[in-house]
């Protein structure tokens, strides 16, 4: 008897049957996972804008990351619906991202420091930091590096692990900083005199803030001269200007005074002796 398309069917229609079932199911499987994964990124943006905590760079991150867990589970589960052995598949996979992860040790150490600066967030873009004696300008932050900019112009690429293991000092997240200028006097001068000096200049200068409140005070006896202080606090933006001004301005008004910035000496007394 020939093999007639109704003898084949006859023959095989239960493997047809149940191969048509696990095609169905497979794609049934994908396009939930298709769902399944669009939902999980609305979730993710729908939380962020509630949150506000994740970084801008951490979101799609996220999303992409999701998805890809997604469809690797619906893969696992269309083989398991063929009959593949998935056990095998997912013991496999288990040694190979353990393998993996030993070889890759210092580079997942910086992701997952990456990871934590973008969901903490101890700085941000365009904030000056310093850690390990490196200063610099945020101008980047990704999963691996963060990318500095030095206030002379150099590039810094710095590992995310280095960053996170280190103490981080954030120039610009309180948005205030303390200015000090200490300044020198002779030894006969007067301090009241000169600490009028200072808070004269301390009432006229606009870009100091009311609270903390400005101060002047002797803060030393030095070798050669007494040595008083002006503390006061400004903006982070105005801090480095309002310094140079200040310096320049306190010198000469002091000088102007009458008063003296002397220089570091040494009295030397000699003696006379008859051997």
Sequence with gaps: MKNTPIKIWHDHSELILNSAYNLFLSLVVFLSCWIISKIIKKAILKANDKIEQLDATLVPILCTTSKYIVYIIGTVIILDIFGVNTASIIALLGAIGLAVGFALKDTLSNIAAGIMLLILRPFRVNETIEFASIIGKVKEINLFTTILETPDGLFVSSPNGTIWGSSIKNFHRNGKRRLDIVVGISYSDSIDKALEVLNKIMAEETRFLSDPPPQAMVISMGDSSINLQLRAWTLVDEYWQTHWDLTKKV?????????????????????????
Excluded: A
């Design 251 to 275: 010198k000469e008004e002091i000088e102007q005074s009458g008063m003296s910035i002397p220089f570091p000496q040494r009295d030397v007394h000699v003696f006379n002796q008859k051997l």
